[in-house]
C-alpha cells in the first residue's frame, strides 16, 4: 500500500510535487540498475511504466482484494452514499446506520481507508459496521477523491492538509461534525480511525480538531509533521520522519489507541512510537505506564498501556509480532487485512467507548 501518489497534486503545486518525484523515482530505480523511459525535457516516463505499481504491491507484500465488497445489509440497517461540501472543498462518503442506531445513535466512528481502498472495501476489510450492529454507533467512511489524490490517499503529507481550518482536515471534521450533530452524539462519543495514510490523516485531525474528536484509532500509521513533501514522505516512512514540534497545547487529550506490525514493510514501526511521544506529551502530570504481553491466533503482541493519576488510559499502543502492513484480526473480504493476530477493529471500540465521558 503507498500511502501517497508521487503523480497527482492540486492544480497549485502539481509542478513541485511532479519535479520532486521524478527526481525521486530516478533515484530509486538507478540505486537498483534500472532505467526508466524518458519523456519530454528529460521528465520520467511514469505512465509507460505500468509495472512499477505491481513491483511496489510486491514489494509492499499486499495483499489483493478477495470476495465481495459488497456484503448483505441487515434488515434495517443502512448503508448509503452522499457527499458533504464546504469551504474547503467535498468528498463523497458512505454512511452506515444499523437497525440498533433506530433509537438513537451510541456514537459516531468515522472510517479512513488507505491508499487505492474505497469506503466499501475498508468497511468490508475492517468488519465494522458489525461492530455497529453490535453496539449501536454509527459509521462514516469518507471517500478520497482521484481528483485529489490519484491513488485515494489521503494526503497527510501535505503541509496545507495538516493544518485546522484548510484542506482535508477541515473536510473531514466537518463532515464528522454533520454526521454527530443529525444523531444527536456529542464530542465524547465522537471518534476517528484509519490505516496508513488515512491514520496518519486520523492523527492530524486528532491534534487539529481535538474538539470534534475524543479518540483517535491509527493503524500502521505516522505521526503528525513527519513529512512535508514527496521525499519526505518516503524518508518517514522508512523510519526518518521530520523531528515534529511539540502538539499545540489543548484543553483535553485526545485519547489515542495504535496498532502496528513488528514486520511492516511499508511504514516503519519506529512511526508509531513517533505517535505515542506526541500523545504523551500533549499532556500534562505523571504517567503510569503498564506493559503486558499476550498471544491471540498464533500472533504474539505487546499492549502498552499509558493512564493518567486517577488510572483512565490515555495512549495504548499494540506492537503485533510478525505482523506487516495490514490490519490485525481483519476480514479477508477486503484488502490489506490479515486475519490473524488481536482483532484492531474491536480493540478500538472498546477503547474509544470505555472512557468516553473522561476529560483528560
Request: some cysteine; proline content about 5%; hydrophobic content about 40%.
Amino acid at each position: 500500500m503507498k500511502l501517497f501518489n508521487v503523480g497527482a497534486a492540486r492544480p497549485a503545486i502539481n509542478l513541485a510535487r511532479a519535479s520532486a518525484a521524478n527526481d525521486l523515482v530516478q533515484r530509486t530505480l538507478a540505486q537498483h540498475g534500472l532505467a526508466a523511459p524518458v519523456g519530454q525535457a528529460g521528465q520520467t516516463d511514469v505512465t509507460h511504466m505500468p509495472w512499477v505499481n505491481d513491483m511496489l504491491a510486491k514489494l509492499s507484500g499486499a495483499r489483493p482484494q478477495s470476495g465481495s465488497l459488497h456484503d448483505p445489509v441487515p434488515d434495517g440497517a443502512v448503508f448509503q452514499g452522499d457527499t458533504f461540501a464546504c469551504a474547503s472543498g467535498s468528498r463523497r462518503y458512505r454512511l452506515y446506520v444499523p437497525a440498533s442506531a433506530s433509537d438513537g445513535a451510541q456514537g459516531v466512528v468515522m472510517m479512513l481507508h488507505g491508499c487505492t481502498q474505497t469506503p466499501e472495501d475498508f468497511a468490508a476489510g475492517t468488519g465494522m459496521n458489525a461492530l455497529a450492529d453490535l453496539n449501536g454507533f454509527v459509521v462514516v467512511y469518507p471517500a478520497q477523491s482521484r481528483g485529489d489524490n490519484a491513488q485515494s490517499c489521503w494526503n497527510w503529507f501535505s503541509r496545507g492538509d495538516q493544518r485546522r481550518g484548510r484542506g482535508e482536515p477541515a473536510i473531514l471534521a466537518g463532515l464528522a461534525q454533520q454526521v454527530s450533530a443529525k444523531y444527536g452524539v456529542t464530542r465524547d462519543e465522537t471518534f476517528v480511525a484509519g490505516l496508513s495514510a488515512g491514520a496518519a490523516m486520523a492523527v492530524i485531525l486528532g491534534e487539529t480538531y481535538g474538539d470534534v474528536f475524543s479518540a483517535v484509532g491509527a493503524h500502521s500509521g505516522l505521526p503528525m509533521g513527519s513529512a512535508k513533501d514527496v521525499p519526505s514522505a518516503f524518508a518517514a516512512m522508512a523510519g526518518s520522519a521530520l523531528v515534529s514540534p511539540d502538539p499545540v497545547a489543548s484543553c483535553h487529550r485526545v485519547r489515542t489507541i495504535l496498532f502496528h506490525g513488528s514486520a511492516d514493510r511499508t511504514v516503519h514501526p519506529s512511526n508509531a512510537d513517533g505517535i505515542a511521544r506526541r500523545v504523551c506529551n500533549a499532556g500534562s502530570g505523571q504517567s503510569v505506564e503498564t506493559s503486558m504481553t499476550g498471544e491471540t491466533a498464533g500472533r504474539t503482541y505487546t499492549r502498552n498501556i499509558s493512564s493518567d493519576a486517577g488510572g483512565c488510559g490515555f495512549l495504548e499502543h499494540w506492537i503485533v509480532e510478525g505482523l506487516g502492513h495490514a490490519w490485525s484480526g481483519g476480514q479477508p473480504n477486503g484488502s490489506y487485512t490479515d486475519p490473524r493476530g488481536p482483532d484492531a477493529s474491536s480493540e478500538m471500540i472498546r477503547f474509544f467507548f470505555e472512557n468516553a465521558r473522561e476529560d483528560i
